[in-house]
Nanobody
């Protein structure tokens, strides 16, 4: 069983920064891809970013250049540094791990005021 626990969400003004973290526990492999999705109010969940076990990173165009994903395999933790936040970044952010199954965290709210 894999468990993902997120933290770091909150309310910030436009242009501000937040840092999310997600720690995985259970039977996981350091080679598993991990990343983030988000779900804006009233919209579908959308992919934000992924980091592979080898450290390859990919980003959605909407966050490229503003968000940075990083990974600490020793701590089974990933981070999402979010800079230059915009009101349209407001969403519940979900961590995921792609293992033998796909696992999800409980979500953390990020709210950006204009």
């Amino acid at each position: 069983q894999v468990r993902l626990v997120e933290s770091g969400g909150g309310l910030v003004q436009a242009g501000g920064t937040l840092r999310l973290s997600c720690t995985a526990s259970g039977s996981i492999s350091g080679h598993s891809a991990m990343g983030w999705y988000r779900q804006p109010p009233g919209e579908q969940r959308e992919w934000v970013t992924t980091v592979t076990g080898d450290g390859e990173r990919n980003y959605a165009d909407s966050v490229k250049g503003r968000f940075t994903i990083s990974r600490d395999n020793a701590q089974n933790t990933i981070y999402l540094q979010m800079n230059s936040l915009k009101p349209e970044d407001t969403a519940v952010y979900y961590c995921f791990l792609a293992g033998d199954l796909d696992y999800w965290g409980q979500g953390t709210q990020v709210s950006v005021s204009s």
